[in-house]
């Protein structure tokens, strides 16, 4: 099983940017599709972002589009986030997640992945 830890978070200003990392340790990182999600504050965790193993396909939530995205680098183990234009809803605890998968799939639902980070607090402030 994949274990994954985030990092990159942090106190941004509306309107800057910052760049999540997940790192994973495993040998069957480059076949597992990952997933970003978020939990704002009182409020239910969400999808966020997706790409399959391949990195060739990405989804991303309708309130991130054009701002957000997902890569990933499978020499080094990690799919990263990069978060441009944010905003004071974008605050929440980021995680990953990751699930074995078949090439060029994806998955925006949580009861799909077998394995998650810890997570990383990324806070926006106006």
């Known amino acids: 099983q994949v274990q994954l830890v985030e990092s990159g978070g942090g106190l941004v200003q509306a309107g800057g940017s910052l760049r999540l990392s997940c790192a994973a340790s495993?040998?069957?990182?480059?076949?597992?599709?990952v997933s970003w999600f978020r939990q704002p504050p009182g409020k239910e965790r969400e999808f966020v972002a997706a790409?399959?193993?391949?990195?060739?396909?990405?989804n991303y939530a309708d309130s991130v589009k054009g701002r957000f995205t997902i890569s990933r680098d499978n020499t080094k183990n990690t799919v990263y986030l990069q978060m441009n234009t944010l905003k004071p809803e974008d605050t929440a605890v980021y995680y990953c997640?990751?699930?074995?998968?078949?090439?060029?799939?994806?998955?925006?639902?949580?009861?799909?992945?077998?394995?998650w980070g810890q997570g990383t607090q990324v806070t926006v402030s106006s």
């Open positions: 495993g040998r069957t990182f480059s076949t597992a599709a």
């Open positions: 790409i399959s193993r391949g990195g060739g396909t990405t």
């Open positions: 997640a990751a699930t074995p998968a078949i090439p060029n799939s994806i998955s925006t639902r949580e009861a799909d992945f077998r394995s």
